[in-house]
């Protein structure tokens, strides 16, 4: 194990992202995907990323595994994982970060694995990859995985091919790939929505055991709330390209602070009571091409006043480490009028 | 059971697929015919102007009897009974679909796509009584009636969803089906199409078969519940009866699994496995090998679905007789 071999290892954050903006030129002009997102996983923290469609928190994600689609690029800001600064690394560079130090989990376990080969080969060939175990340690090693994940019958499985999986299994085996190069972060992409509500609760547990005892950070981009408040220690919400609330789960779904959050969370059935009527926030989120100026929720926010369409709010900061949050709204920094 | 307050009455239900490989194939490899029973034995009543909620996982056959419902598959057994509707005539149903990017027709323009069920039905005479017909349903659903000229691709998810529900209704229909139909949107969006759908039901005295894995979605739009599980209901019940007191270890198991966002419960009990194909259905109770106090006779007869008190059904060896 690489953990901790220095000191102070354990206080760098397995991913530190500051002022990151990533944008996407066009014929018509620059789209900005991502404005000034700072994100902080402490080791062994899973902090959930919540928005819905076109928020940018998978982008968020892509950025950090240095997986965006060209024209899209990094404008500004700075990512670092593990303390080591991975934005301006080149193809090659970043083909060895991956694995070794971020894994990934996507929503389809069907795609992220290849059907041609056993499940054994692809762990074994990501063991060799990432460490100088010989092809038996490595298999001893890819089987003691599909155990941790919870794959019964590991000796045998190990042999068989994705086709030969039904799709909960198959996302373990996601997640015991992504262990394999023994990261500090794992970037997991909405890895519980192609499964049924019993398999997904299974594979959060799972996910929340694993980490906790690899000392993994874990960056869970997902829309449902639902599962970020059984997994998350902290949750990040984004808008429009921006972070405009993070802080601890229960502080942020039980107390938001940020009009959108507050909208969002009224917006969900919840199962404990029947309203006659959900809270609904009306319109939708805007283009990429058409972000209004100020701050980019203002025309949808029943609390927004004139300063709203002019200034656009940063975010105050307030607590450490794990406690850390902020919300980036007018109401909270100077008033609206 | 046949009763004017239906508006729909399924009886003893089921569809066998034939999911047999190539003729050459089976005779090669000496296999024999494969068949899947998607929906078995089922048996539900919709009431007149509420909302049946029809819950389960994938795989369950719940989407096989929306299609059923109305039309789209031929019952294999079993019966599938419309009341009449209030002027008399059967009732008509209608359907709206889970993905509002694949059920609208991308080369029409919206206002065809309306106008289309009004036109082949023959609702309204002339051009302008047609196209007038079409700005009230896009205002009914929210929309502006100068939409009609744009093309599907302009709309977001939720607007499509509003311009596939604006569809459904301008056959004038008292039923409709609804599979899945906010499960390929965004929450706040949801949120939207849900009150719209509560608000069309006040307002037209519509009826609903509302399907969907989404038990809090289901909570907040049904009056009945039937919970499916490899192709049989095996509970059923008044919303709030069968969310207070579920009495099938599956839909307790089903609500204890439940991400929520108001109570977390980051140490519940984990159901454990996953469910069976339905290809190869274990014996007896489908739920046995999942079940935690599955007995003896699970495992070899399946349980018979029992009326309880208070108009719920249950099929469940171990569940109390009452």
Known sequence: MTVATHPSMSDVPALDVRGLSVEFPTRKGVLTALSEVSLTIQRGEIVGVVGESGAGKSMTGMSVLGLLEPPGRISAGEIRIGGKRTDNLGESEMAHIRGRMVGAIFQDPLTSLNPLFSIGQQLIETIRLHSDRNRAEAKAHAIDLLKQVGIPGADERIDHYPHQFSGGMRQRVVIALALAGNPQLIIADEPTTALDVSIQAQITALLRELCREHGTGVMLVTHDMGVIAETADRVAVMYAGRVIEVGPVDEVLSRPKHPYTRGLMGSIPALGARVERLAQIDGAMPRLNAIPSGCAFNPRCLDAGPRCRQVRPAMVAEGKGAAEGGVACLVYDGGVQ | ?322
Not at chain 2, 112 to 133: K, M, S, T
Not at chain 2, 172 to 189: I, K, R
Request: proline share 7%; aromatic share 6%; glycine share 8%.
């Open chain 2, 1 to 322: 059971m046949r009763s004017a307050a239906n508006a729909l009455e399924v009886d003893q239900l089921s569809r066998v697929f034939d999911v047999s490989a190539p003729w050459l194939t089976r005779m090669i490899d000496r296999k024999p015919k494969r068949y899947l029973r998607a929906v078995q034995d089922v048996t539900f009543v919709v009431e007149r102007g509420k909302c049946l909620a029809l819950v389960g996982e994938s795989g369950c056959g719940k989407s096989t009897v929306a299609r059923l419902v109305t039309g789209l598959y031929r019952p294999s057994e079993g019966a599938i009974v419309f009341g009449p509707s209030s002027d008399g005539r059967p009732m008509e149903a209608q359907m709206i679909f889970q993905d509002p990017h694949a059920s609208l027709n991308p080369r029409w323009r919206v206002g065809d796509i309306i106008a289309e069920p009004i036109r082949e039905f023959g609702l309204r005479e002339g051009n302008d009584a047609i196209n007038g017909r079409v700005a009230e349903l896009l205002r009914t659903v929210g929309l502006s009636a100068d939409d009609t000229k744009r093309f599907p691709h302009e709309f977001s998810g939720g607007q499509r969803q509003r311009i596939s529900i604006a569809r459904a209704l301008a056959s004038e229909p008292e039923f409709l089906v609804c599979d899945e139909p906010t499960s390929a949107l965004d929450v706040s969006v949801q949120a939207q199409i849900l009150n719209l759908m509560r608000k069309l039901q006040d307002e037209l005295g519509l009826t609903y078969l509302f399907i969907s894995h989404n038990l809090a979605v289901v909570r907040h739009m049904a009056d009945r519940i039937a919970v499916m599980y490899l192709g049989r209901i095996v509970e059923s019940g008044e919303t709030e009866a069968l969310f207070a007191n579920p009495q099938h270890p599956y839909t307790q198991l089903l609500l204890q699994t439940i991400p929520d966002v108001t109570s977390p419960n980051r140490d519940r009990q984990m159901m454990g496995g996953e469910p069976p194909s339905p290809l190869d259905p274990p014996k007896g109770c489908a739920f046995h090998p999942r079940c935690p106090v599955a007995s003896e006779i699970c495992r070899s007869v399946a349980p018979d679905v029992r009326q309880r008190q208070g108009g719920g059904s249950i099929a469940c060896h171990m569940a109390p007789i009452d």
